[in-house]
């Protein structure tokens, strides 16, 4: 029946779980899995990002059954999985669709994006976790859109794992963890994201984000214009903070073993690491270190496991949690981690792997008071850069200088380059073109190469200097285009060079401004 609050009335229908059913990804089981679900049931379903624990969202009783095969707190909110932007207006699931979901949807659906409205009635409270907000997600997993089809609802699916555990990439994990206490798992085959879906709050006045997730901010900012990243994303929230995202508060994704990170360059992060395994080797424990391709021949461990190389952000996120769960299948006790503060997604990777260590975090930085700008003669980009650094505002003050790597004698700065830069209002005082010379870079020194034939000719040139002191500038923001010559062009050409490097310098700084 339908009463006039158009919410569903079930008739007690429970069902009573002797053995998970472990389906195949064929016509007949995705049949079968709807009709489970039609009838009240919870399954662990596919998707593109990780397996999700997937219960009718309209049906209390079903989504009640969620939060106990996962041991899930009451006050952690469950996303809401449609399988055509469609559903949410005629599901009535919002009081009104934002413009700004039409456009992010328009961009992002179907993928790992979720998206939190203003709920109606039509969403219990069990899902909304007692808020006045519904988050949505429109997963681009073929299976799970036909799951979602054929049941005829939307499902509420957070990930199909023992609440705080690592989260599950495969149908094996989820039968790991919830052998008996669900109807079946449809086996997807693993995940190809590997973590959990993005999520964005459209209910205040700017958009913010609460979950990173492979949409990056970048790239929604490419769509809305400004967007908040929430203090949750990389800090711990206080245990009274009422939250409006999965994943903002308790311990996540975390293995049996306590584990801890070790921030910093490769240099001290592997020495620092190496000192921990030692100490605790003395006490008997079983002792995992998590490192890269890059890295694993530096560590004497009981067991090392690489994460993939870092050249290949997709694959560190794609091995995150399969890692995690291989440390509880190899019972160690204590893990160490290198961190993963990569360009482009290293946000999502690192607040899941925060949230696995409680926080935990050893920093073994050098603090930064110096920044070289390099380039070839030392008269133009790094000049233009040095000038256009000067011009924003950091936390903590550095010096910035400039330098070529080949220059056989001073010269003042390049007619065109200073040009551009007085009509910007920057002055070329002191501008005199300057030798790299190893003395210049101090153990708290930042090199910023325009290209990366210049990043290699000084660690080539310099062998007593830490390559990771040394980065190509564009590479450094994630920004995927070098910063080009503009030697021999029109004022024209000197004049985008200008707008690309203040372009990259202020990402830049923000990064900078963060890491302070």
Not at 117 to 141: C, Q, W, Y
Not at 260 to 287: C, F, P, Q
Not at 348 to 377: E, S, W
Not at 425 to 454: A, K, N, R, W
Request: glycine share 6%; proline share 5%.
């Amino acid at each position: 029946t339908e009463p006039k609050s158009s919410k569903k009335v079930w008739k007690n229908n429970p069902v009573i779980i002797v053995k998970t059913l472990l389906l195949k990804n064929t016509e007949e089981d995705i049949k079968t899995a709807a009709e489970l679900l039609k009838n009240g049931g919870v399954e662990g379903i596919p998707t593109e990002t990780v397996y999700g624990l997937a219960a009718d969202a309209l049906n209390p009783e079903a989504v009640k059954k969620i939060f106990k095969a996962k041991g899930r707190p009451g006050d952690n909110p469950l996303i809401v999985h449609i399988c055509d932007f469609s559903d949410i207006e005629r599901l009535n699931l919002v009081t009104k669709i934002p413009d700004t979901a039409k456009k992010l949807a328009d961009a992002f659906w179907p993928g790992p994006l979720t998206m939190i409205m203003k709920k109606s009635d039509v969403i219990p409270n069990e899902v909304s976790a007692g808020l006045d907000t519904v988050a949505i997600r429109f997963p681009s997993h073929k299976t799970a859109q036909a799951i979602i089809r054929e049941s005829g609802t939307v499902l509420a699916a957070p990930s199909a794992n023992i609440s705080g555990s690592p989260s599950p990439t495969t149908a094996q994990h989820v039968m790991n963890d919830m052998d008996g206490k669900i109807d079946a798992v449809l086996d997807g085959g693993a995940s190809e994201v590997g973590l959990e879906s993005t999520v964005i709050t459209l209910a205040g006045d700017v958009p913010r984000v609460l979950r990173p997730g492979g949409i990056t901010v970048e790239m929604l900012e490419s769509v809305l214009g400004k967007v908040e990243v929430d203090d949750a994303v990389l800090h711990k929230l206080a245990d009274n903070v009422k939250v409006a995202s999965p994943g903002m508060k308790y311990k996540h994704y975390a293995p049996k073993a306590d584990m801890v990170i070790v921030d910093g360059t490769r240099k001290h992060v592997i020495a620092k690491i190496n000192e921990l395994v030692a100490s605790h080797r003395d006490d008997g424990k079983k002792i995992a270190v998590i490192a890269t391709e890059e890295t694993k021949q530096f560590y004497d461990a009981d067991v090392v496991l690489s994460m993939g190389s870092r050249a290949d952000e997709d694959s560190i996120a794609h091995e995150l949690y399969r890692i995690l769960r291989d440390c509880d299948e190899l019972d160690v006790d204590v893990i160490f981690s290198e961190s993963f503060s990569t360009p482009r997604i290293g946000q999502a990777i690192m607040n899941r792997m925060l949230k696995a260590a409680g926080h935990q975090v050893i920093d073994t930085h050098v603090k930064y008071d110096k920044i070289i700008f390099v380039a070839q003669t030392g008269t133009c980009r790094e000049q233009m850069a040095k000038g256009i650094m000067n011009d924003f505002v950091l936390k903590v003050p550095m010096e910035i200088e400039a330098r070529g790597l080949v220059v056989q004698f001073p010269e003042p700065v390049n007619q065109k380059a200073e040009a551009v830069l007085i009509s910007n209002g920057i002055s070329t005082e002191g501008m005199v073109s300057t030798q790299l010379e190893e003395s210049d870079i101090t153990e708290s020194t930042m090199v910023f190469t325009m290209e990366s034939s210049q990043r290699e000719r000084i660690i080539e040139s310099f062998a007593d200097i830490d390559p990771e002191q040394v980065f190509v500038l564009s590479q450094y923001v994630g920004d995927e285009l070098e910063i080009l010559d503009p030697y021999g062009g029109t004022l024209q050409s000197y004049g985008l060079c200008y707008e690309s490097l203040r372009a990259t310098l202020k990402k830049l700084v923000k990064r900078l401004n963060a890491n302070t």
